[in-house]
């Protein structure tokens, strides 16, 4: 069981930046790998970036890939969204999840959001025009 745990949502400018952390408790952290997905309201939730359990290997979507970046600390049990050059539409609801500690973080990223066995709870980030 892995309980999860988004920080540092709030409210800024465009062009703006935020980290994001999501701290992790108990077992297999440290095996698997680690995904961020965000929900719009009236939107279907969206895949963000995703970083294997070693931290070696990242993947973005393509409208966050320059601007976002995931990383993690395992001695820390802490995953991160280093968010720079936010836009309006970044606004949502960012959610961090924990994949299946069997699967590699390709079938991680294909398979989506099925893939991930555990979610926090969500973090809303809010980006003003």
């Known amino acids: 069981q892995v309980q999860l745990v988004e920080f540092g949502g709030g409210l800024v400018q465009a062009g703006g930046s935020l980290r994001l952390s999501c701290a992790a408790s108990?077992?297999?952290?440290?095996?698997?790998?680690m995904g961020w997905f965000r929900q719009a309201p009236g939107k279907e939730r969206e895949f963000v970036a995703a970083?294997?359990?070693?931290?070696?290997?990242?993947y973005y979507v393509d409208s966050v890939r320059g601007r976002f970046t995931i990383s993690r600390d395992n001695a820390k049990n802490t995953v991160y969204l280093q968010m720079n050059s936010l836009k309006p539409e970044d606004t949502a609801v960012y959610y961090c999840?924990?994949?299946?500690?069997?699967?590699?973080?390709?079938?991680?990223?294909?398979?989506?959001?099925?893939?991930?066995?555990?979610w926090g709870q969500g973090t809303q980030v809010t980006v003003s025009s």
């Open positions: 999840a924990a994949g299946r500690p069997d699967l590699t973080l390709a079938q991680i990223v294909s398979r989506g959001g099925p893939a991930y066995v555990f």
């Open positions: 970083i294997r359990w070693n931290g070696a290997n990242t």
């Open positions: 108990g077992r297999t952290f440290s095996n698997s790998a």
